[in-house]
């Protein structure tokens, strides 16, 4: 079915865009870019579908102008893209003037469409050489992360619209380290606790580090879930509490309150690296805007056969999408006027990702994926709501542009509006494309 909005319907101004990531479509075996953690995590069987990784990818290194035409194309304002800290850095300090020249050649390319370029600084391909070193957990890889920025801003910052410092951080930390989902693949609760400050450490970083450039409109990613207990019992209730914590306050306390909440550093803090505490005004350094990432909701119960957290998570009524994700709009307007409410006030806000993933196939050189077009408009829907409720809302961004790698589940997992055949590289624009250019162009 067709989008039910169209431009018109929005404030004045309002940002449409598309994002992407580089490891995801450049193709990490493309130009001199070197190896990162999850060319790493890829090689050891069982860690990615079918053995797949993102040495190839969609191939973005050399057809971005092509996928730069679909983004003027679908009628978007915006192109959300990420720079590879591998190919700017190989081996984690020297800056490769064959990386920088490439993304230099990208942000020329989203100018010359007028298209505004948001860039996110990491987006989780990090270089092998600091992998070794301990990643994230070792403090280290924070302070190269300052060597990253500079070296990025002062070749393409003059051009950028926006700048993000880190996407998505519990998925950098707790996802990668605690849970072992993600590269590097570690469930190391020390580990987990020590990335989970250090990349917010690296953050705060990364700000001072543009502000001294002159760098403005600087902001940070940060997933979402709204958490919901499976009963009302009260240890489910307090599951609830805990992966709440975990996920969504560790973050936002620690970028809006300069601390991280009580109820899980307790447990945590054992954990944490020495003198933590003085890192946090740093952490809070002022931001200009906030993004949002949002898919699903979480339902959790209590597990008190499992150490802590001590959680597990039930399966939800609603319609899934290939990810199995319930299909949940009502919890990206409930996030947003939450956090508007209760950290940021009228700091701009941007839902840097919102889409889901679906089998879709082409027949007849078509890709018909009406489900897509009505996830689209479900979630126009709630970001209309959270405006209406007083959220200062000022952007939406779908993902993906194209079908792309999609870490650890591989090429199976199609989120794009743009479906990529992996074995030729052929683009074909989906139906949902189509709706979504008519609504942003109408």
């Given at each position: ?57 969609c191939?973005?290194f ?26 700017v ?14 993304y230099?050649?990208l ?20 270089p ?44 950098v ?12 693949g ?5 580990a ?6 250090n ?66 550093l307790k ?23 906030i ?64 889409g889901?993933a ?5 027949l ?15 979630h ?6 959270a ?39 052929k683009r ?15």
């Amino acid at each position: 079915m067709p989008i039910k909005y169209s431009r018109k319907d929005f404030p004045k101004g309002f940002t449409f865009g598309a994002a992407t990531a580089a490891y995801q479509i450049e193709g990490s075996e493309n130009g001199n870019c070197g190896t990162s953690h999850w060319d790493t995590f890829s090689m050891t069987p069982g860690n990615v579908h079918n053995g797949e990784n993102g040495s190839i990818a969609c191939d973005h290194f050399h057809r971005f102008e092509e996928d730069l035409d679909l983004v003027k194309a679908g009628g978007f304002d915006s192109y959300r893209f990420s720079t590879s800290w591998a190919r700017v850095m190989p081996d984690g300090k020297t800056i490769c003037k064959d990386g920088l020249d490439y993304y230099d050649r990208l942000a020329d390319a989203i100018c010359k469409r007028n298209l505004l370029p948001n860039l996110t600084l990491y987006h989780w391909d990090l270089p092998s050489a600091l992998a070794d070193i301990g990643g994230w957990a070792n403090r280290e890889t924070a302070k190269r992360f300052v060597d990253h920025t500079n070296a990025v801003i002062k070749c393409i910052g003059d051009r950028m619209d926006a700048v993000a410092t880190i996407n998505e951080p519990w998925c950098v930390a707790w996802l990668s380290y605690f849970l072992g989902h993600h590269a590097p693949g570690l469930r190391d609760i020390r580990a987990a606790a020590r990335a989970m400050h250090n990349v917010l450490f690296a953050h705060g970083l990364s700000i001072d580090a543009m502000r001294s450039l002159g760098t403005s409109n600087i902001g940070i990613v940060l997933n979402l879930t709204e958490v919901q207990q499976a009963s009302n019992s009260q240890s489910d209730v307090s599951a609830k509490d805990r992966l709440d914590g975990i996920h969504n306050r560790w973050f936002l306390d620690a970028i809006f309150k300069a601390t991280y909440p009580d109820d899980i550093l307790k447990d945590l803090i054992q954990f944490m690296p020495e003198n933590f505490e003085n890192d946090m005004t740093l952490i809070s350094s002022s931001i200009d805007w906030i993004g949002i990432n949002y898919y699903t909701r979480t339902i959790v119960a209590e597990d008190a056969n499992e150490p802590w957290p001590s959680i597990k998570e039930i399966k939800g009524p609603l319609e899934q999408t290939q990810m199995g994700w319930e299909i949940y709009p009502d919890g990206l307007k409930n996030s947003l006027v939450r956090v508007s409410r209760d950290y940021t006030g009228k700091l701009p806000m941007l839902v840097t990702e919102n889409g889901m993933a679906w089998k879709d196939a082409v027949l007849n050189e078509k890709v018909y994926d009406p489900i897509r077009a009505d996830y689209i408009s479900s979630h126009l829907t709630a970001a209309k709501a959270a405006i209406d409720e007083g959220v200062n809302l000022k952007g939406f961004f779908y993902w993906s542009l194209l079908d792309n790698f999609e870490w650890a589940f591989g090429y199976e997992k199609r989120f794009g509006l743009v479906h990529v055949d992996f074995e030729t590289q052929k683009r074909t624009p989906k139906a949902s494309f189509h709706d979504l250019a008519l609504a942003l162009t109408s």
